[in-house]
C-alpha cells in the first residue's frame, strides 16, 4: 500500500521559514516525479513545485520562485519543500503527489503564515 505522509506545516510569521517534509512508503521517491501542490481557501489547487524523477527538470509557480526550493533524499526515502521568505498569500494547506505509471497523493499538512 502506497502512503504519502507531509509534515512541517505549522503557524509561521511572515518573512519566515518552514520545510515540509513528504515521507513515502510503498514506493521509491527516486523512481517518481515529485510535486508538491497547494489550495488555499476558495481557491482551485495549484503546482507550487516539481522535480522529475531523474532531477533534470525542476519547475517553480512563478509565485515562489526565488523563494522555495524543491529536493529530495532517497536515502530516507523523503521528498521536501524548503519555503523561505514566507508571505501570507502562502497559507494553504501543501499536498505532496507522485506519479510515474500511477499517481499518489498524501493528505495534507496546512502552512499558516500570519503575524
Known amino acids: 500500500q502506497v502512503q504519502l505522509v507531509e509534515s512541517g506545516g505549522g503557524l509561521v510569521q511572515p518573512g519566515g521559514s518552514l520545510r515540509l517534509s513528504c515521507a513515502a512508503s510503498?514506493?521509491?521517491?527516486?523512481?517518481?516525479?515529485m510535486r508538491w501542490y497547494r489550495q488555499a481557501p476558495g481557491k482551485e489547487r495549484e503546482m507550487v513545485a516539481g522535480?522529475?524523477?531523474?532531477?533534470?527538470?525542476?519547475e517553480y509557480a512563478d509565485s515562489v520562485k526565488g523563494r522555495f526550493t524543491i529536493s529530495r533524499d532517497n536515502a530516507k526515502n523523503t521528498a521536501y519543500l524548503q519555503m523561505d521568505r514566507l508571505k501570507p498569500e502562502d497559507t494553504a494547506v501543501y499536498y505532496c503527489?507522485?506519479?510515474?505509471?500511477?499517481?499518489?497523493w498524501g493528505l495534507g499538512t496546512v502552512v499558516t503564515v500570519s503575524s
Open positions: 522535480i522529475s524523477r531523474n532531477n533534470d527538470n525542476i
Open positions: 510503498g514506493i521509491s521517491v527516486s523512481l517518481y516525479d
Open positions: 503527489y507522485a506519479s510515474l505509471i500511477h499517481e499518489f
